[in-house]
């Protein structure tokens, strides 16, 4: 038999004494012992006002008397020590809520960052996280004293947050021993707490991937999903998709190795789940971190998910695909473009690059002129294969493919007023397009900054979208979403033809901690953590930022950094498009 007392306040509350329930006839005594305990000794003033709020003060320390005195008697003169100033406990006695603070406050104490676990820590996050057995006080309440209420609605969030914070380094803990089923069941545990964190789903669909349960994991991420629509109306947020995408191609990242950090986190490649085998084919070999040449352009870092889906959707189809890229200013939307269109033409496929400036946006077709200009350099011997009058149709827009002639059975050129002459103009870009890429294969068009385009433009790739199926051709578009209205006409294309599976639609974020610091050994080997850290809070992981710093900086110097040209440049654009 317990010959104790043993205080439980983390759910229902329970108190023994040596073994037996405590038996008192009034609610305030167990308000005024869970106080007393959780918040340490508390002087009467205090809690005569807490728990008495609406009596005066002379009543109220009367009724505090009588609470005590019950109090005493219950537990058989021991334990409570209710001074003249302050009311108090003696040891020995235990309480869940102090042990599980005593508990997470000792892995502390080992020399290392909290959120990084040592197999030290293991027992005594464990312990605290047996300690919650639910919530502070659940179902206890004391209807003529708001401020007591207040009090344990304070406590019990408080707790919470220290509840989550415990699962959380225990999960990593766990992992990283190899202790996977173990850590699952706490991922699992903090999930059913709250339903809504998107960390902790992350963290329960790795390892249900890491102990070889993928559809498991795709079943969890499905949920989720259906919980989040419930709740909130809401889509999950891009790492959380990234995950699921990877998992449903089998490249979950890897767990982690004897002694290394298990790291939860994970890139964003945002979009529509994959729709179609493209997504499933193997994934293109990791960029290195091998020192780069001074001048030469920096190793692509942090976008090997996004780059294998576009890569495996550009070089699998036989139907033609839209591949979107859409992302903030200097997330790097164009780097990665020009990777998909280097693979392309490693794989012998032809390939087309035009950007839309600034000055395009008020001359109809700026970037597809420059297009179909491009398209007569070099080697055109397709284009004797192409029929007149399609010829005659662009040669409207670029002279140097023929004089603009009479249609068939007619006189004289048609013009290009009216919807009939646009959608003939419209045809023969994309018939000369079609045939300008295509070598035995298909190629790829990249239209980059569509942002920036001309209205005649959006509506010529408006047009082209449903026409591509079937003809193999892939064009790449990028643009900066926070300059493209969620209802402009090209992203109601995309959103309408999505369903039809041609379309792979991406998000770019900000590269992480980890992503900084491959780009930090490729440019500057002998950086250290210090300039990684450096570099993140300044650019918070911005790639533009992060290629211009590394590009101008001495690391060797000390005082604040000067502004890259480039971004100086970029910020001086958008603030100069504010009214």
């Known amino acids: 038999m317990e010959e104790d007392l043993q205080l439980r306040f983390l759910g229902p509350p329970r108190v023994t004494v040596d073994g037996q329930p405590l038996v008192v006839d009034t609610r305030k005594a167990i308000?005024?012992?869970?106080?007393?305990?959780?918040?340490?000794?508390?002087?009467?003033?205090?809690?005569?006002?807490?728990?008495?709020?609406?009596?005066?003060?002379?009543?109220?320390?009367?009724?505090?008397?009588?609470?005590?005195?019950?109090?005493?008697?219950?537990?058989?003169?021991?334990?409570?020590?209710?001074?003249?100033?302050?009311?108090?406990?003696?040891?020995?006695?235990?309480?869940?809520?102090?042990?599980?603070?005593?508990?997470?406050d000792a892995t502390t104490r080992h020399g290392h960052p909290p959120e990084r676990p040592c197999p030290q820590c293991l027992p005594e996050l464990t312990a605290a996280a047996e300690c919650f057995d639910g919530e502070f006080l659940a179902g206890f309440s004391l209807r003529d004293s708001a401020s007591f209420d207040l009090w344990q609605t304070t406590e019990a969030e408080a707790l919470q947050r220290q509840h989550r914070v415990v699962l959380t380094r225990l999960v990593q803990g766990l992992a990283a021993a190899g202790r996977m089923e173990e850590a699952l069941v706490h991922a699992r545990r903090q999930v059913e707490l709250d339903p809504l964190q998107e960390p902790a789903q992350r963290r329960v669909m790795l390892l249900l991937a890491w102990t070889g349960r993928r559809s498991e994991a795709v079943d969890q991420y499905r949920r989720f999903v259906s919980t989040l629509d419930r709740e909130l109306g809401v889509a999950p947020l891009d790492q959380t998709v990234s995950l699921y995408q990877q998992v449903l191609q089998d490249r979950a990242p890897p767990p982690p190795t004897a002694g290394q950090r298990a790291d939860f986190a994970v890139s964003e490649a945002p979009g529509a789940p994959?729709?179609?085998?493209?997504?499933?084919?193997?994934?293109?070999?990791?960029?290195?971190?091998?020192?780069?040449?001074?001048?030469?352009?920096?190793?692509?870092?942090?976008?090997?998910?996004?780059?294998?889906?576009?890569?495996?959707?550009?070089?699998?189809?036989?139907?033609?695909?839209?591949?979107?890229?859409?992302?903030?200013?200097?997330?790097?939307?164009?780097?990665?473009?020009?990777?998909?269109?280097?693979?392309?033409?490693?794989?012998?496929?032809?390939?087309?690059?035009?950007?839309?400036?600034?000055?395009?946006?008020?001359?109809?077709?700026?970037?597809?002129?420059?297009?179909?200009?491009?398209?007569?350099?070099?080697?055109?011997?397709?284009?004797?294969?192409?029929?007149?009058?399609?010829?005659?149709?662009?040669?409207?827009?670029?002279?140097?493919?023929?004089?603009?002639?009479?249609?068939?059975?007619?006189?004289?050129?048609?013009?290009?007023?009216?919807?009939?002459?646009?959608?003939?103009?419209?045809e023969g870009i994309w018939r000369v397009l079609a045939a300008a890429l295509t070598d035995g294969e298909p190629g790829l068009l990249l239209v980059d900054d569509l942002h920036r385009a001309d209205a005649a433009t959006v509506d010529l790739l408006t047009y082209l979208v449903p026409r591509l199926r079937g003809h193999g051709i892939v064009v790449v578009v990028c643009w900066r979403e926070e300059e493209q209205a969620p209802g402009h006409r090209w992203n109601i294309t995309l959103s309408e033809a999505g369903t039809s599976g041609h379309v792979v639609a991406l998000r770019l974020g900000r590269l992480d901690v980890e992503a900084v610091r491959l780009l930090v050994a490729a440019s500057h080997p002998d950086g250290g953590s210090n300039l990684v850290d450096r570099l993140y809070e300044e650019t918070e992981g911005l790639p533009l930022a992060l290629v211009a710093y590394?590009?101008?900086?001495?690391?060797?110097?000390?005082?604040?950094?000067?502004?890259?040209?480039?971004?100086?440049?970029?910020?001086?654009?958008?603030?100069?498009r504010l009214d």
């Open 31 to 104: 308000a005024l012992l869970a106080h007393v305990a959780v918040s340490g000794p508390t002087s009467r003033e205090h809690l005569a006002a807490l728990l008495w709020p609406d009596s005066d003060q002379s009543r109220a320390r009367a009724a505090l008397r009588r609470t005590l005195s019950t109090l005493k008697k219950a537990l058989d003169g021991r334990w409570l020590d209710p001074g003249r100033d302050l009311v108090s406990l003696m040891a020995p006695w235990h309480c869940d809520v102090v042990a599980a603070c005593e508990h997470l």
């Open 274 to 426: 994959p729709t179609d085998p493209a997504v499933a084919a193997p994934h293109p070999p990791s960029t290195t971190s091998e020192p780069v040449p001074p001048g030469a352009e920096p190793v692509l870092v942090g976008r090997d998910v996004e780059l294998a889906r576009l890569v495996t959707a550009a070089a699998t189809t036989a139907q033609g695909r839209i591949l979107a890229i859409r992302g903030e200013a200097g997330a790097g939307k164009t780097r990665l473009a020009h990777e998909v269109l280097a693979h392309m033409e490693r794989a012998g496929r032809r390939t087309m690059a035009v950007r839309c400036h600034p000055s395009d946006a008020e001359l109809a077709y700026a970037p597809i002129i420059a297009a179909l200009a491009r398209s007569l350099d070099g080697e055109h011997g397709w284009l004797g294969d192409l029929p007149d009058h399609w010829r005659r149709e662009v040669a409207r827009l670029v002279p140097e493919f023929g004089e603009p002639g009479p249609d068939p059975g007619e006189g004289e050129p048609s013009s290009l007023e009216g919807p009939a002459a646009q959608a003939r103009l419209a």
């Open 550 to 576: 590394l590009a101008e900086i001495d690391p060797d110097a000390g005082g604040p950094w000067a502004l890259p040209t480039d971004l100086a440049n970029l910020f001086r654009d958008q603030v100069q």
